[in-house]
């Protein structure tokens, strides 16, 4: 039988309710990419029929981690942005995403200006999946009908977050989980 989503959250479980830190993450990472091999759960969850926009596949009410589909029609280039305090895993499951990962040069001092370098550049496609640690800086850009499902340690709307414009160094705090 293919890997199907609720083999998936159990596997969520069982590895972060054992180890919360990167390699329980990890594991996360490994059997996205499983379930992301199950074109029945792509069809079913990432597929045309789908509603556009995020959707919220589970949350886990002990552990608190979530499971979104982003169901994009249209391309985006996000600008560099952090996860706050949580962890985020992407996974794709149509298309492709570029990733640039950046290394925040300051210290971290003034809330309102950071000065980045981007450190880390790649493509993940369908059947990849990248995580982000805490704190980790991330931008994501990606052509229409990119579709990806992605893995968060918290409910991030519930925590703050930042984005940073990398031309001017300008910090902003973000609300809204779009896309992100
Ligand atoms: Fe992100």
Request: aromatic content about 8%; hydrophobic content about 35%; overall charge negative.
């Amino acid at each position: 039988m293919a890997y199907d989503l609720a083999q998936f959250i159990a596997d969520c479980r069982l590895s972060l309710a054992r180890d919360p830190g990167p390699a329980g993450r990890e594991e996360v990472r490994v059997n996205l990419e499983r379930l992301l091999q199950n074109q029945d759960f792509i069809r079913q969850y990432c597929g045309d029929d789908q509603p556009r926009g995020l959707k919220l596949l589970y949350e886990d009410p002990a552990l608190g981690f979530q499971v979104l589909a982003h169901i994009n029609d249209k391309a985006r280039a996000s600008p560099p942005h952090d996860h706050g305090a949580s962890w985020a895993i992407y996974g794709q499951a149509t298309k492709y995403t570029d990733m640039t990962e950046w290394q925040r040069e300051d210290d971290g001092s003034d809330a309102r200006h950071a000065r980045l370098k981007p450190v880390k550049k790649y493509r993940l496609n369908p059947g990849q999946a990248g995580i982000y640690q805490d704190g980790a800086i991330h931008s994501i850009d990606y052509p229409d009908y990119a579709r990806f499902v992605r893995v968060t340690g918290t409910n991030l709307d519930k925590i703050d977050r930042i984005k940073i414009d990398p031309a001017t160094g300008a910090v902003e705090q973000m609300s809204a989980q779009q896309a992100t």
